[in-house]
C-alpha cells in the first residue's frame, strides 16, 4: 500500500501526491486479444516483474493494483499448467469498468517513492481519450 505524503489524512497516495511524490517506472506494455478480456495471461517475464522474488509470490496472496484514479483493484496471480500465469479476482470488473475491448494496449508501472521511502505501488492504465483507446 502506497502511503500518502501530502498534508491531508488519507493513508493512500493520493492523485495529486502521487504524481509529485511517486516516481513511475513502465514495467511492461500487453496488447489485449479477445482471451484476455476474461483471464489475462502474463508472460513469466511480466510476472517476475510485478512479483521480483523469483515467482515466489503465493498464488492466494492478493496484490492490489491501481488505476489513474487510484481506484483499488484486489488481484491474485496464478500459475496455471505450462508455466502460465494470470490474473485473478477484480479483473473481469476492471474490465468491464474500464470498458476495454481486443486490441486495446495496456500498460503496467510500478510507483516508487521519491524519497527513498519505501512505498510503492502498481498501476494498470489503458489511455483513452473521448472513449478511444491510445493504443
Not at 510485478?50 to 496484490?63: K, L, Q, T, V
Not at 475491448?101 to 483513452?128: D, H, N
Amino acid at each position: 500500500m502506497a502511503a500518502c505524503a501530502c498534508d491531508h489524512a488519507n493513508v493512500m497516495a493520493c492523485v495529486k501526491c502521487m504524481h509529485t511524490n511517486f516516481q513511475p517506472q513502465l514495467l511492461f506494455e500487453k496488447h489485449l486479444s479477445r482471451h484476455d478480456l476474461g483471464n489475462i495471461y502474463l508472460r513469466p517475464s511480466d510476472v517476475s516483474k510485478i512479483c521480483p522474488e523469483a515467482f515466489g509470490c503465493p498464488s492466494n496472496d492478493e496484490s492490489l493494483f491501481y488505476d489513474p484514479d487510484m481506484t483499488p483493484w484486489p488481484m491474485r496471480l496464478k500459475k496455471t499448467t505450462g508455466e502460465r500465469w494470470h490474473l485473478r479476482g477484480r479483473w473481469r470488473r476492471f474490465v468491464r469498468q474500464k470498458k476495454l475491448s481486443e486490441g486495446q494496449k495496456i500498460k503496467f508501472y510500478e510507483y516508487k517513492c521519491k524519497r527513498g521511502t519505501g512505498a510503492k505501488f502498481l498501476m494498470i492504465v489503458c489511455l483513452r481519450i473521448f472513449g478511444t483507446s491510445l493504443a
